[in-house]
């Protein structure tokens, strides 16, 4: 059986099953490239790495500020920790963390795209976003809410894809026949 015939065998399970493939896939396109753009913008409008500013400063301060003035639980001091790393560490490395964010968006976006490594994608994709959220844009939560419900159902997302090739690649190398021993015993005889 091909790789494209396990693909149709499993959106043959179910209606249910294959408009969720369908609907997915699609979606993670959209993502992957909303993604790749957006890093994408940062490098070639923006000019995040060459004109000299430290782009992504306003939004840790900005993250500082909102995390300063928000007054909830924090009994692990969380927020103290997080205000700590942006005040000692990455605003003084401003030039880093602008090549850091334009390329862990693009590289984002591509994973996205071509369904590879897809879990590990998300709990970037979440990272980012939590802290872009953390700075005041609030148009990440959509982002976010779809970062987990692909975290949750990564199959799905990523069956159409080089993760779901490399899974259909893994259960054929494991449902192959192995040599037996009198077999292997014999061609070395």
């Known amino acids: 059986m091909s790789y494209l015939d396990s693909v149709g065998a499993e959106m043959k399970k179910g209606w249910w099953r294959a408009a969720v ?5 699609v979606a993670r396109l959209f993502y992957g490239w909303d993604w790749f753009k957006a890093g994408w913008d940062k ?16 939004l840790i301060q900005g993250m500082v500020a909102a995390i300063q003035h928000s007054h909830g639980m924090d009994p692990l001091h969380i927020d103290n920790l997080l205000v700590w790393f942006a ?15 334009v390329a862990l968006e693009m ?7 071509f369904g590879f490594a897809f ?9 980012l976003n939590l802290q872009y959220a953390a700075a005041g844009a609030a148009n990440n939560y959509g982002y976010l809410v779809t970062d ?3 975290i949750k159902f990564p199959t799905y997302a990523s069956l159409i894809g080089i993760d779901g090739y490399l899974r259909y690649r893994r259960s054929q190398r494991h449902s192959a026949p192995a040599a037996t021993v009198s077999g292997a015993h014999k061609a070395a005889v």
Request: net charge negative; no cysteine; hydrophobic share 60%.
């Open 43 to 58: 490098l070639t409008q923006e000019h995040w790495l060459t004109d000299g500013k430290f782009n992504s400063g306003g």
């Open 87 to 101: 005040n000692h560490i990455f605003l003084h490395m401003g030039g880093l963390v602008d090549f850091m964010v």
């Open 119 to 127: 879990i590990w994608t998300m709990v970037a994709a979440v990272f």
């Open 21 to 25: 493939i369908v609907v997915f896939t």
């Open 107 to 113: 590289l984002i976006g591509l994973f996205v795209l």
């Open 148 to 150: 987990i419900v692909w």
